[in-house]
């Protein structure tokens, strides 16, 4: 079975400052895959960044970059220089590469920015 | 030209209604899915179809039936509707390489239902 689990429910940052969202996951299989999905007030999901178990850099993609501790079983996001636009629900989800490659969501983060 | 795109976007209806979503993809993908966001904003899956096979049905009540008639595209019937399945449902598609890794999931906009 896969768990991811999130235990910030809410968090707030100021802008312009860097924040950290956490995420672990919990599998006994060695190959997976670990993405961050926004979610605005919207409604729409927008992928952010994914990380696979066997890279061995922590993936960036802009302001954003992966902070992954393979034997602690983290990826927790980081987002640098927070901007107005970032206020939104963050979700890690988990992918093991495996049978039917279903994607496990977590309960998600609502990151606020304050101006 | 939208990746994944979901009709209707708002469904309001009374229980006891039958109603349908549909979703198509021009992506080219294999695979795509049902997922049910609740109130509490938990994304759960659950159903997922690859080149129109059935292959991963969670616990969903069988009020709820999956119909792909074709890999691009995923419907989504609902039968005799509770008041709990007031929540929005997200279709999204995945690239399935038999045997490779599979990529992230795209989503569709969501199709928000309320039942009265």
């Not at chain 1, 860097?18 to 299989?29: G, I, K, Q, R, W």
């Not at chain 1, 992954?68 to 901007?83: E, G, M, T, Y």
Request: charged share 20%; net charge neutral.
């Amino acid at each position: 079975a896969q768990k991811i689990t999130q235990t910030q429910p809410g968090m707030f940052v100021q802008e312009k400052e860097a924040v950290t969202l956490d995420c672990t996951y919990d599998t006994s299989d060695q190959s997976y895959g670990l993405f961050w999905y926004k979610q605005p007030s919207s409604g729409e999901m927008i992928f952010l960044i994914y990380q696979g178990s066997y890279d061995e850099q922590n993936a960036t993609e802009g302001r954003y970059s992966l902070n992954f501790q393979k034997a602690r079983k983290s990826a927790n996001l980081v987002i640098s220089a927070s901007q107005l636009g970032d206020s939104a629900m963050y979700f890690c989800a988990m992918r093991l590469s495996g049978g039917y490659q279903k994607v496990t969501f977590g309960i998600g983060t609502k990151l606020q920015v304050i101006p | 030209d939208t990746a994944v795109s979901q009709t209707p976007k708002y469904l309001v209806t009374q229980m006891g209604n039958d109603k349908s979503i549909k979703c198509e993809q021009n992506l080219g993908h294999d695979t795509m899915y049902w997922y049910k966001q609740d109130s509490k904003k938990f994304l759960k899956i659950m159903f997922s179809y690859n080149n129109k096979e059935l292959i991963i049905n969670e616990t969903v009540p069988n009020r709820f039936s999956p119909k792909s008639p074709d890999k691009a595209h995923l419907n989504l019937h609902i039968n005799s509707l509770e008041l709990g399945d007031s929540a929005v449902y997200f279709c999204a598609s995945s690239l399935n390489l038999l045997g490779r890794f599979a990529g992230e999931l795209f989503f569709g906009e969501g199709s928000r239902l309320t039942v009265l």
